[in-house]
């Protein structure tokens, strides 16, 4: 049986245009409020823990799409029992073209100090934008 808890996340962006319709930066960051009890997060309590993750998006000219974020901020230990910080970085990349979208993702779900064996993931995405016909309002003039 899965059981889901409850999460609360509350995010903020702000876009900058840098040059109008050419290239814009959009960082983005989001707390994430886990209320399962202490979990290995940024900031451990109970019966709540706050996660935090950061990205940046780069766009050229509302066609190429450059994205990096970070997520995931754990504290864990080594083999030695030495404190160390991990934390799961991301890239992306999307093309934009009416009325498709084809986004690239690519992540280390799994990668340990200790190890340095990771779980890369690559996630691949196409969008297709369907408009809906607009109806007619052809009014007659008849009396």
């Known amino acids: 049986m899965e059981i889901t808890t409850p999460t609360l996340r509350i995010g903020a962006a702000y876009l900058f245009q840098v040059k109008q319709d050419k290239l814009s930066i959009e960082p983005s960051l989001e707390f994430i409020s886990h209320f399962d009890g202490r979990r290995n997060v940024l900031i451990r309590t109970y019966p709540m823990s706050f996660d935090l993750s950061a990205g940046v998006e780069f766009n050229m000219f509302k066609v190429f799409y450059l994205r990096a974020g970070i997520y995931n901020i754990q504290q864990a230990t080594n083999d030695s029992g030495q404190y160390y910080t991990s934390i799961q970085p991301n890239i992306g990349a999307g093309l934009k073209f009416k009325p498709v979208t084809i986004d690239y993702t690519y992540s280390n779900l799994g990668s340990t100090q200790t ?14 934008h369907l408009k809906e016909k607009k109806k007619s309002t052809k009014r007659s003039n008849s009396p």
């Open 115 to 128: 190890s340095g064996v990771g779980l890369y993931s690559h996630g691949i995405s196409l969008n297709i």
